[in-house]
């Protein structure tokens, strides 16, 4: 199994970016997938759950209207649309694969895969 994340950078207040995360060794209609972020000094929070049949059921509050999860079944990868990007969005991204229950989406324990993170930052 593994995730490879990409598609960061660096990005103006107000901009956009989508991030990738390709997976390997199995296919997303099984599993959950998750994208986190981990701003330096602080946890690793969620940011969206898509579940194994594609549908996108949480964002975290912070980034909703903002922020669009998806998946293309054919590529096997998933994306973090993001736009109108804030400095606080500044974070390393992660998407990781789960089985999360629907009342702990964002837990990370749920999580087993991990891909290896990308850099966002939002500066001007």
């Known amino acids: 199994v593994q995730l490879q994340a990409s598609g960061g950078g660096l990005v103006q207040p107000g901009g956009s970016l989508r991030l990738s995360c390709a997976a390997s060794?199995?296919?997303?209609?099984?599993?959950?997938m998750g994208w986190f972020r981990q701003a330096p000094g602080k946890e690793r929070e969620g940011v969206s759950c898509m579940t194994s049949s594609g549908v996108v059921l949480y964002y975290a509050e912070t980034v909703k209207g903002r922020f669009t999860a998806s998946r293309d079944n054919a590529k096997n990868t998933v994306y973090l649309e993001m736009n109108n990007l804030k400095p606080d969005d500044t974070a390393v991204y992660y998407c990781?694969?789960?089985?999360?229950?629907?009342?702990?989406?964002?837990?990370?324990?749920?999580?087993?895969?991990w891909g290896q993170g990308t850099q966002v930052t939002v500066s001007s």
């Open positions: 990781a694969r789960g089985r999360p229950v629907a009342s702990a989406w964002s837990a990370i324990g749920m999580y087993h895969y």
């Open positions: 060794g199995f296919t997303l209609d099984r599993y959950a």
